[in-house]
């Protein structure tokens, strides 16, 4: 199951990200804002793996570390959803 960044999220390329529904305003840094954007254009979470393992200097077990740590963020803000 992948995970979407909900539609009513509001995401700033400076990555400012608002949540109407609550009023609640958070940042993430550039690499965060890259992963985001991912998400928002409907990439699988193993997709956003070979893409940053690809772009980046990272070995896969680090990164699926801090990703599922930055899901289970997004998650319990409620800035995304699973989805088919």
């Known amino acids: 199951m992948a995970m979407r960044i909900k539609k009513n999220i509001a995401l700033s390329e400076s990555g400012f990200i608002f949540h109407p529904?609550?009023?609640?305003?958070y940042s993430v840094n550039p690499i965060?804002?890259?992963?985001?954007n991912l998400m928002k254009a409907g990439q699988s979470?193993?997709?956003i793996k070979a893409?940053?393992?690809e772009h980046y200097?990272?070995?896969?077990?680090?990164?699926e570390k801090d990703f599922y740590d930055f899901q289970v963020m997004l998650r319990t803000y409620?800035?995304?959803e699973d989805h088919e």
């Not at 529904?21 to 305003?25: I, K, L, Y």
């Not at 200097?57 to 990164?63: C, I, P, Q």
């Open 21 to 25: 529904s609550t009023g609640d305003s």
């Open 32 to 36: 965060g804002l890259e992963i985001l």
């Open 45 to 47: 979470s193993e997709e």
């Open 51 to 53: 893409h940053m393992l």
């Open 57 to 63: 200097r990272v070995d896969g077990d680090s990164f």
């Open 78 to 80: 409620k800035l995304v």
